[in-house]
């Protein structure tokens, strides 16, 4: 059996507007069958795989748990870094955790943001690694290359493949200019770097000693002093500041001699760019995808997404264009210029615009709200809870609050007295009142909040009782 190990970080920005700080990439809705994340951890599980480990950071935790519940998969474990340190210290600390249950754990290390159009073709690729993760090698799978890309890694093979037999490798390539590109993917013994590798716990801990030995001390302290949290795993932050932020690649699998490849071909994309949503999106006969309310008229070769359902998008004449449209925030580049995404994140942080790091949807561990409006002193927000969901029992300082329930029923707690308001009731919390507000049904809960008051910000939120143990 097979443990995934499911790494769940990122910073959002190469698929901005849609993927932000707040919510990466991987839990984005990219397509309609479900996220990148939930569609990782189907395809690895069931036959051959044991309960996934998710490393993830404190941010995503609840995100993280509500999307596997809502794929019907229970997760072994979800540890949660006190911030993000590459891949190195997080496969450590998967290794070191795994290696107390079993020292030859096969830990299948994936990202959470790359896109399979084959599940079982990748099931059997990973499966064809084994044998070769059994006998002690570090195993590493390559993606053939379709095309000369600059953007990625490449793994220099001692042969040329022959279909899925491990293949020595050779060496690993940094990102190559064009020419180089073309050249390797000529000469069919480069391959892709996907960033995921099949090994024993014992033997990747072995060559951490061997390599990097620097690292294990502070990622073992911060192990063994990792802090159980309403289910998950928090790893110990003064040890794991410790640890070096540097990849797997540059830390033991350069220095390592028992690497092996497993050649993948079956419809792989990191999906690290809006050139790529286009490529892996159905198009029609002039190349051009459109999701959401979006129109295409007399455009070719691009891509037209509208992320809300208020807002139509339409493009005329276009020719090679990315255009995404959120509540909040669009964005319209030119298709050679989708790598350049990062770009305007940086320019809008220098703004201080929340659009580049804030999602319009604020998750929370008990549902999610969104802001409809809001003025110098008044918001309206639309909050969603899921069933059987509590927020804190709270008050604020400076706002006063009128709740009205549009979806469902809440049970509604204001200064010790509680009721039930339906469908079309509203209820009133005044400004200083200690108030809760539940779901107590089996479906969600939706309701209009209209805040009034001085100020109105997030930090003014005096909590009693949490749930979900928050300060």
Same mark, same amino acid.
């Given at each position: 059996m097979i443990t995934p190990v499911l790494l769940c970080g990122g910073s959002g920005t190469r698929l901005w507007p849609l993927s932000r700080k707040s919510y990466p990439k991987q839990f984005a809705p990219v397509w309609d069958q479900g996220t990148l994340f939930q569609r990782t951890a189907q395809r690895l599980s069931g036959r051959d795989y044991t309960a996934p480990l998710v490393i993830t950071a404190s941010d995503f935790r609840f995100i993280v748990a509500e999307q596997l519940q809502e794929v019907g998969i229970d997760p072994g474990t979800i540890m949660l870094e006190p911030d993000?340190?590459?891949?190195?210290?997080? %496969?450590?600390?998967? @290794?070191?955790?795994?290696?107390?249950? !079993?020292? #030859? =754990?096969?830990? +299948?290390?994936?990202?959470? !943001? /790359? &896109?399979?159009? !084959?599940?079982? @073709?990748?099931?059997?690729?990973?499966?064809?690694?084994?044998? &070769? =993760? +059994?006998?002690?090698?570090?195993?590493?799978?390559?993606?053939?290359?379709?095309?000369?890309?600059?953007?990625? $890694?490449?793994?220099?093979? =001692?042969?040329?493949?022959? $279909? *899925?037999?491990?293949v020595a490798l050779s060496r690993f390539v940094e990102k190559p200019d064009a020419a180089r590109a073309a050249e390797m993917v000529a000469d069919g013994r480069?391959?892709?770097?996907?960033?995921?590798?099949?090994?024993?716990?014992?033997?990747?801990?072995?060559?951490?000693?061997?390599? =990097?030995p620097t690292l294990v001390?502070?990622?073992? @302290? @911060?192990?063994?002093?990792?802090?159980? #949290?309403l289910g998950f795993l928090r790893l110990a932050p003064e040890p794991w500041a410790r640890a070096e932020d540097i990849s797997i690649d540059f830390a033991v699998m350069e220095r390592s001699k028992n690497l092996s490849v497993v050649p993948l071909s079956h419809g792989w994309s990191d999906l690290g760019g809006w050139d790529a949503?286009?490529?892996?999106?159905?198009?029609?006969?002039?190349?051009?995808?459109?999701?959401?309310?979006?129109?295409?008229?007399?455009?070719?070769? *691009?891509?037209?997404?509208?992320?809300?359902?208020?807002?139509?998008?339409?493009?005329?004449?276009l020719k090679d264009i990315v255009a995404v449209a959120m509540p909040d925030a669009v964005l319209v580049a030119h298709a050679s210029q989708a790598q350049s995404v990062k770009k305007a994140v940086d320019a809008l942080k220098k703004k201080s615009a929340a659009q580049a790091t804030q999602f319009p949807?604020?998750?929370?561990?008990?549902?999610?709200?969104e802001s409809l409006a809001r003025g110098k002193r008044f918001q309206v927000k639309r909050i969603h809870v899921h069933p059987g969901a509590?927020?804190?029992?709270?008050? /604020?300082? /400076?706002?006063?609050? /009128?709740? %009205?329930?549009?979806?469902?029923?809440?049970?509604?707690? %204001? !200064?010790?007295?509680?009721?039930? %308001?339906?469908?079309?009731?509203?209820?009133?919390?005044?400004?200083?009142?200690?108030?809760?507000?539940?779901n107590p049904g089996k479906v969600p809960m939706v309701l209009i909040e209209v805040q009034t008051g001085s100020y109105l910000g997030e930090d003014d939120i005096i909590r009693y009782e949490d749930v979900y143990a928050r300060s």
């Open positions: 993000g340190r590459n891949t190195v210290p997080a %496969i450590l600390a998967a @290794a070191l955790y795994l290696s107390k249950q !079993d020292p #030859d =754990a096969l830990m +299948l290390v994936a990202p959470c !943001d /790359h &896109a399979f159009n !084959d599940a079982e @073709a990748f099931r059997a690729t990973v499966q064809a690694g084994v044998p &070769a =993760a +059994l006998k002690g090698d570090l195993v590493t799978f390559g993606i053939t290359p379709s095309y000369a890309e600059t953007g990625y $890694g490449y793994l220099q093979l =001692a042969a040329e493949p022959d $279909g *899925t037999t491990p480069h391959l892709w770097n996907g960033g995921i590798f099949l090994f024993r716990a014992s033997d990747i801990l072995t060559a951490f000693d061997a390599s =990097a001390e502070p990622v073992r @302290a @911060a192990l063994e002093g990792a802090q159980p #949290d949503i286009w490529r892996e999106s159905p198009q029609d006969e002039k190349g051009v995808a459109t999701s959401g309310p979006a129109t295409a008229l007399e455009c070719e070769n *691009t891509l037209l997404r509208s992320e809300s359902d208020r807002l139509e998008l339409v493009g005329i004449g949807k604020d998750h929370r561990p008990w549902g999610w709200f509590a927020l804190s029992l709270q008050s /604020h300082n /400076h706002r006063s609050e /009128h709740w %009205i329930v549009v979806q469902g029923t809440a049970k509604v707690t %204001i !200064d010790g007295k509680e009721e039930l %308001i339906t469908e079309n009731q509203s209820v009133y919390i005044p400004l200083g009142a200690v108030h809760r507000m539940e």
